[in-house]
Protein backbone atom coordinates (compact mmCIF):
# COMPACT_ATOMS: atom_id res chain seq x y z
CA UNK A 1 0.00 0.00 0.00
CA UNK A 2 1.27 3.62 -0.77
CA UNK A 3 1.56 5.56 2.53
CA UNK A 4 1.31 9.06 2.60
CA UNK A 5 2.02 11.66 5.27
CA UNK A 6 -0.91 14.72 5.19
CA UNK A 7 1.49 17.12 6.22
CA UNK A 8 3.66 16.53 3.16
CA UNK A 9 1.04 17.67 0.67
CA UNK A 10 -0.56 20.62 -0.55
CA UNK A 11 -4.52 21.49 0.74
CA UNK A 12 -5.65 20.87 -2.63
CA UNK A 13 -3.54 17.48 -2.57
CA UNK A 14 -5.60 16.62 0.76
CA UNK A 15 -8.74 17.31 -1.00
CA UNK A 16 -8.58 15.44 -3.92
CA UNK A 17 -7.41 12.74 -1.80
CA UNK A 18 -10.35 12.85 1.19
CA UNK A 19 -12.78 13.56 -1.51
CA UNK A 20 -11.98 11.07 -4.00
CA UNK A 21 -12.27 8.32 -0.73
CA UNK A 22 -14.71 9.01 1.44
CA UNK A 23 -17.32 8.34 -0.98
CA UNK A 24 -20.13 8.25 -1.51
CA UNK A 25 -21.03 11.58 0.30
CA UNK A 26 -24.65 12.71 0.78
CA UNK A 27 -25.48 15.92 -0.10
CA UNK A 28 -27.19 18.85 1.65
CA UNK A 29 -29.12 21.34 -0.49
CA UNK A 30 -29.45 23.93 2.30
CA UNK A 31 -32.08 26.91 1.94
CA UNK A 32 -31.10 30.31 4.46
CA UNK A 33 -32.57 33.81 4.15
CA UNK A 34 -29.96 36.50 3.40
CA UNK A 35 -28.70 38.52 5.90
CA UNK A 36 -28.41 41.45 3.16
CA UNK A 37 -31.61 41.95 2.00
CA UNK A 38 -33.68 38.68 3.13
CA UNK A 39 -33.64 36.69 -0.68
CA UNK A 40 -33.41 33.22 -0.43
CA UNK A 41 -29.94 31.60 -0.72
CA UNK A 42 -29.53 28.14 -1.62
CA UNK A 43 -26.57 25.75 -2.42
CA UNK A 44 -25.37 21.69 -2.23
CA UNK A 45 -22.67 20.67 0.49
CA UNK A 46 -21.13 17.31 0.66
CA UNK A 47 -19.54 18.02 4.00
CA UNK A 48 -22.59 16.55 5.11
CA UNK A 49 -24.08 13.48 7.81
CA UNK A 50 -25.62 12.85 10.73
CA UNK A 51 -24.28 13.21 13.66
CA UNK A 52 -26.86 12.79 16.85
CA UNK A 53 -30.67 11.06 17.24
CA UNK A 54 -31.06 12.57 20.62
CA UNK A 55 -31.00 15.20 20.34
CA UNK A 56 -31.69 15.15 15.97
CA UNK A 57 -28.52 16.85 14.62
CA UNK A 58 -27.06 16.88 11.47
CA UNK A 59 -23.80 18.59 10.56
CA UNK A 60 -22.54 20.62 7.31
CA UNK A 61 -18.80 21.93 6.62
CA UNK A 62 -18.64 25.02 4.70
CA UNK A 63 -15.33 25.97 3.28
CA UNK A 64 -14.10 29.68 3.28
CA UNK A 65 -13.60 31.33 0.10
CA UNK A 66 -10.27 33.39 0.68
CA UNK A 67 -10.99 33.46 4.44
CA UNK A 68 -14.60 35.14 3.44
CA UNK A 69 -17.49 33.16 5.24
CA UNK A 70 -19.82 31.55 2.79
CA UNK A 71 -23.63 33.18 2.26
CA UNK A 72 -25.19 30.20 3.49
CA UNK A 73 -22.79 30.04 6.68
CA UNK A 74 -23.25 33.42 7.50
CA UNK A 75 -27.19 33.10 6.96
CA UNK A 76 -27.40 30.44 9.01
CA UNK A 77 -25.17 31.94 12.31
CA UNK A 78 -26.86 34.90 12.32
CA UNK A 79 -30.00 34.10 11.75
CA UNK A 80 -30.17 30.79 13.50
CA UNK A 81 -32.18 28.97 11.02
CA UNK A 82 -31.94 26.62 7.77
CA UNK A 83 -33.72 24.04 5.61
CA UNK A 84 -32.01 21.34 4.51
CA UNK A 85 -33.14 18.88 1.65
CA UNK A 86 -31.79 15.68 0.56
CA UNK A 87 -30.58 15.59 -3.18
CA UNK A 88 -32.32 13.00 -5.48
CA UNK A 89 -31.98 12.22 -8.72
CA UNK A 90 -35.18 14.43 -10.06
CA UNK A 91 -33.83 17.90 -8.66
CA UNK A 92 -29.93 17.30 -9.10
CA UNK A 93 -29.64 18.98 -12.37
CA UNK A 94 -31.10 22.03 -10.87
CA UNK A 95 -29.58 21.52 -7.12
CA UNK A 96 -26.43 21.75 -9.40
CA UNK A 97 -27.05 25.30 -10.62
CA UNK A 98 -27.07 26.74 -7.55
CA UNK A 99 -23.55 26.17 -6.60
CA UNK A 100 -22.73 29.25 -9.03
CA UNK A 101 -21.08 32.04 -7.19
CA UNK A 102 -23.54 34.74 -6.78
CA UNK A 103 -23.51 38.15 -4.72
CA UNK A 104 -25.67 37.46 -1.20
CA UNK A 105 -28.18 39.64 -2.57
CA UNK A 106 -29.04 37.60 -5.26
CA UNK A 107 -31.10 33.94 -4.91
CA UNK A 108 -29.05 31.04 -6.89
CA UNK A 109 -32.63 29.87 -6.74
CA UNK A 110 -33.41 32.05 -10.33
CA UNK A 111 -30.86 30.18 -12.29
CA UNK A 112 -33.40 26.79 -11.55
CA UNK A 113 -36.74 25.84 -12.18
CA UNK A 114 -37.15 25.23 -8.10
CA UNK A 115 -39.75 26.47 -6.17
CA UNK A 116 -40.49 27.76 -2.94
CA UNK A 117 -42.68 26.54 0.09
CA UNK A 118 -43.30 28.08 3.42
CA UNK A 119 -41.65 25.93 6.22
CA UNK A 120 -43.71 25.38 9.33
CA UNK A 121 -40.98 26.05 12.61
CA UNK A 122 -38.67 28.43 10.89
CA UNK A 123 -39.21 31.28 8.73
CA UNK A 124 -36.92 29.87 5.71
CA UNK A 125 -38.64 29.00 2.84
CA UNK A 126 -37.98 25.45 1.76
CA UNK A 127 -37.62 23.53 -1.60
CA UNK A 128 -41.14 22.08 -2.93
CA UNK A 129 -39.51 19.54 -5.66
CA UNK A 130 -37.91 17.89 -2.50
CA UNK A 131 -39.00 14.83 -1.29
CA UNK A 132 -37.65 14.84 2.26
CA UNK A 133 -36.47 18.19 3.99
CA UNK A 134 -35.53 18.73 7.49
CA UNK A 135 -36.23 22.51 9.19
CA UNK A 136 -33.75 22.89 11.04
CA UNK A 137 -31.74 25.76 14.00
CA UNK A 138 -28.23 26.26 14.97
CA UNK A 139 -27.23 24.24 17.56
CA UNK A 140 -23.30 25.08 17.47
CA UNK A 141 -20.89 26.91 15.16
CA UNK A 142 -17.12 25.73 15.43
CA UNK A 143 -15.13 27.78 13.03
CA UNK A 144 -12.31 25.18 11.77
CA UNK A 145 -8.18 26.88 11.83
CA UNK A 146 -5.46 25.56 9.89
CA UNK A 147 -2.33 25.77 11.23
CA UNK A 148 -1.72 29.31 10.62
CA UNK A 149 -4.19 29.83 12.31
CA UNK A 150 -6.35 30.73 9.81
CA UNK A 151 -10.53 29.91 9.60
CA UNK A 152 -10.96 27.91 6.61
CA UNK A 153 -13.79 26.12 7.16
CA UNK A 154 -17.45 27.02 9.63
CA UNK A 155 -18.24 23.41 10.68
CA UNK A 156 -22.24 23.68 11.68
CA UNK A 157 -23.93 21.46 14.15
CA UNK A 158 -27.97 21.97 13.93
CA UNK A 159 -31.12 20.45 15.65
CA UNK A 160 -33.85 19.24 13.17
CA UNK A 161 -37.29 20.74 14.65
CA UNK A 162 -38.92 19.71 12.12
CA UNK A 163 -39.67 16.75 9.29
CA UNK A 164 -41.27 16.88 5.92
CA UNK A 165 -41.40 13.38 3.78
CA UNK A 166 -43.02 12.81 0.77
CA UNK A 167 -45.93 10.38 0.48
CA UNK A 168 -43.70 8.44 -1.97
CA UNK A 169 -40.62 7.77 -0.05
CA UNK A 170 -42.44 7.34 3.44
CA UNK A 171 -44.41 4.84 5.45
CA UNK A 172 -45.90 7.14 8.16
CA UNK A 173 -47.28 3.44 10.26
CA UNK A 174 -43.47 1.89 10.25
CA UNK A 175 -41.83 5.24 10.16
CA UNK A 176 -39.83 3.98 7.42
CA UNK A 177 -37.69 5.74 4.13
CA UNK A 178 -37.97 3.66 0.84
CA UNK A 179 -34.55 4.64 -0.15
CA UNK A 180 -35.36 2.60 -3.75
CA UNK A 181 -38.18 5.47 -4.93
CA UNK A 182 -36.58 8.42 -2.99
CA UNK A 183 -33.52 7.77 -5.77
CA UNK A 184 -30.97 9.92 -3.72
CA UNK A 185 -27.66 11.18 -5.28
CA UNK A 186 -24.63 11.50 -3.34
CA UNK A 187 -21.33 13.32 -4.30
CA UNK A 188 -17.97 11.84 -5.59
CA UNK A 189 -15.04 13.29 -6.84
CA UNK A 190 -14.42 16.07 -9.19
CA UNK A 191 -17.50 16.51 -11.18
CA UNK A 192 -18.88 13.48 -10.62
CA UNK A 193 -22.18 12.14 -8.69
CA UNK A 194 -23.57 8.54 -8.03
CA UNK A 195 -27.12 6.50 -7.48
CA UNK A 196 -27.80 3.78 -5.62
CA UNK A 197 -27.02 0.74 -7.22
CA UNK A 198 -27.65 -2.66 -6.12
CA UNK A 199 -28.21 -3.08 -2.27
CA UNK A 200 -27.08 -5.74 -0.09
CA UNK A 201 -28.03 -7.08 3.24
CA UNK A 202 -25.79 -8.12 6.21
CA UNK A 203 -26.82 -10.51 9.28
CA UNK A 204 -26.05 -8.94 12.17
CA UNK A 205 -23.93 -11.17 14.32
CA UNK A 206 -24.27 -9.60 17.34
CA UNK A 207 -26.96 -7.24 19.18
Known amino acids: MFKIYPDDLSTIENYKLMS ?10 VT ?4 VNGVVNAAPFSYFNAVSSDPPLLSISIGRNQSQ ?7 AIENKE ?20 LEADQSELALTNLSTIQS ?12 IRYECKLHQH ?14 LLVRIVCYHFSEEVFDPEKKYIFSEKL ?20 EKRFK
Open 20 to 29: GSVIPRPIAF
Open 32 to 35: TLST
Open 69 to 75: MKDTARN
Open 82 to 101: LVIHICDEQIIGDVDKTGAP
Open 120 to 131: DRVSVPSIKEAR
Open 142 to 155: LPIKNDQGEIVMDF
Open 183 to 202: QPVSRLAGNNYASIGESFTV
